[in-house]
């Protein structure tokens, strides 16, 4: 009797099994392939990413030069009050100013 009950157990512990083991041999088979494409996708740059990350750099470039041109202008006052150290002042902010312009995109009308 108890021959009768154990057979039929053993049949779907091994159908079992043989499931677990086919699962664990593909996990094993395809774990470079996944290991690669996320070493990859690690690796490089989305389009999106890099337009976010450029975008931040112009929104970093166009705050500096906000700041440029009002320390200028506050410059350029003291200047016209007859501040010489102002002037100088005034000529050197107007170059980094000017080193910053190119590298800000013209927005198109």
């Known amino acids: 009797m108890r021959l009768k009950l154990a057979v039929p157990v053993l049949l779907l512990s091994a159908t079992a099994l043989s499931g ?4 664990t041999a593909l996990d094993v088979a395809t774990a470079p392939v996944r290991v690669a494409s996320k070493a990859v996708d690690v690796a490089t740059t989305s389009q999106s990413e890099a337009d976010e990350k450029r975008g931040r750099e112009i929104r970093k470039r166009e705050e500096r030069l906000g700041k440029l041109e009002r320390q200028y202008g506050k410059e350029m006052a ?12 005034a000529r ?3 170059a980094e100013i000017q080193e910053i312009l190119p590298t800000i995109p013209v927005e198109p009308d």
């Open 78 to 89: 003291d200047c016209e009050d007859g501040d010489a150290k102002a002037c100088a002042e």
């Open 20 to 23: 677990c083991i086919a699962k």
């Open 92 to 94: 050197a902010t107007y």
